[in-house]
Structures are given as C-alpha cells and as structure tokens.
DNA sequence: GACTCGTGGTT
DNA sequence: TAACCAAGAGT
C-alpha cells in the first residue's frame, strides 16, 4: 500500500472533471472512441468531436457501416487522421468478430488496429474495470517526480518504470481503476509538464522531486517537432481541401493549396498510399 | 530506438 | 514570437 494513494485518491474524489466518457452512462465503446482521439490530442478539443461521433455511431457496428471518407471527414481537426481509419477498422473487426462489443481482456484489444499497449490497458481499466497498469504521459510523469526526483521521465518506458508502477497499483481491482485516472488527472491538472501547480498538490510533502529541490531536467534533449513547411503540414493542408468539399475536387484545388510542386506531389502519394485519399477519377480526388 | 504522423492553444 | 506540448501507435 504506497503512502501515495489515499492523498491522491481523496484529490480526484473532490477535482475530477465531469467527462463524458467517465462516470456509470459511459458504455465501452464511448470510452474506446475517446481514447483514439485523446491520443496526442488536448481534452478541450475531443469534447465536442467525441460527442457527435457517439451520437452519430453509437455502436462499432454503426461506425462499421460508414465509409471510411465518413470517419475522417468526422475526425475534423483532431490531427493524426490515420487515427481514424485505424478505429474505423478496430470496429469493423468488433462488429465481426466480437459481436459488436468492445473487447475486455488487454490481449483482444492490443490486437485491434490503433491499440498500443496504453490504449489496450486504458480500455481494460476505465471500459471494464480490469486490472493493468496504464502508463500514459501524465502517468509517467507523475511518477518520474515524485517517485524518482526527476522533472521528467525518460523517452520511451523502461522496463523498471512498468516494475515501479505496478509496485504501487492498488491490489484492490476497482480501486486499480480509479488510481490510474487519478494520477492521470493529476498529472494532467496540477503535476503539469510545465509551471507545475505544487502548490495545490496533494503529494507535495511526499515527493521527492521537490524534496530534491526541483532539479532541472538533465537527460537527452526532448525532441522538438518541427513543423512549417513539413510533409505533415503539406498534408494536412491538402486533406482539409478534401475535408472541407462535399465531393471530389479537381486536381488544380490540390495546387492551390501548397507549393513546392514536388513536396504537393509526394505527399499526395502518400496520403494515398495511406488510404486517406483515393483517386475518383482523371485529375479529381476524394476522401476514400 | 529513432522517425513520422496533425492541429491549435498556451507561454 | 517561437517554442512547447497534448490520455500514442506504427514502422
């Protein structure tokens, strides 16, 4: 029983933000749809898209039935829209081969398209109330400071890191559950990656980060995403002229849309390749 | 393990 | 303002 959990615990009883995928109403399925679009996307912005999408498809079966076209043109400005497709073909795989429910042991789901070992955990944990450990960003971070006395963890998860967080995973399977969201919130609201609040932490006396004094960060550099003038910028730029049209648009609409030629040209091979862009026909193209 | 893949708010 | 960064996954 680590000393962290009944601090930890308490703050999420009284700060938890009312999200439409917690709570009793939230069926799996409205779980599994946040979690792709919450995958290196802010809160703020799934709300409203998670919303339509549960309302649109309610079930795997309903999104199944859709176009993929349908799903990223849904997706809207979430980002990543291969994100899309990939959940498009978790629930077609779930409407035909676990009769439309949202698989409940980790294996299954870490089968799906689109499912890490996060999201595979994530969904076990917040859609079924198994018992794994969800190690995500805020999660790692957490523990990198008030567990290890580093600003920040390392850049991929160390086997010692798995280790340490299933060390202090409550026994207790439903309180398993709730401990992950806890210190995802936590690390989401307060221990944020930058101008923590330790002010209003509820583990402030017990971390050892701060008891070091907050040392700064000293490992490998963090990268830094570049993005003006990058292939994903390119791309992204010619799938919202598709996104935004109701059918094919002509090939002139592409060139307007990004220069240089040749980068236009490569990443509209790729998005293709991708299968987030068809051909529709002589010099027009489409979302899929 | 290093890279790639969108988007937009915050500082 | 440029940099940072947000519930990762696939190659």
Redesign the pocket.
Known sequence: MSELHEPILRWYDDHA?E?P??GPDASAWSVMV??FM????????VLPVHEIWLQRWPTPADLSAETTGEAVRAWG???????AL?LHAAATVIAERHDNQVPASYDALRA?????????A?IAT?AHGRRHVVL???VR?VFARTIEGAEFPS??VTKAEREVALEVLPADVPTAATWS?AV??L??LVC????PRCGDCPVAELCAWRAAGHPAYDG?P????T?AG????C???L??VL?DSDGPVHRSRLDAAWSPEDQRIR?LA??IE?R?VVAAGPETYALP
């Open positions: 933000r999200l995928w917690r946040s979690e919450l995958q290196q996307t802010p809160v703020a912005r400005r979430l980002g990543y829209p291969r994100r990939r799906l398209p689109g499912v890490g070992d996060y999201t595979a994530a917040f995500d960003t805020n971070r850049t991929a969201v995802m919130e690390g989401a944020t990656a930058s101008n490998p963090r990268k830094v995403q993005w990058t292939d994903r910028q791309r992204g730029r799938l919202a996104r990443c790729s998005l991708d987030l």
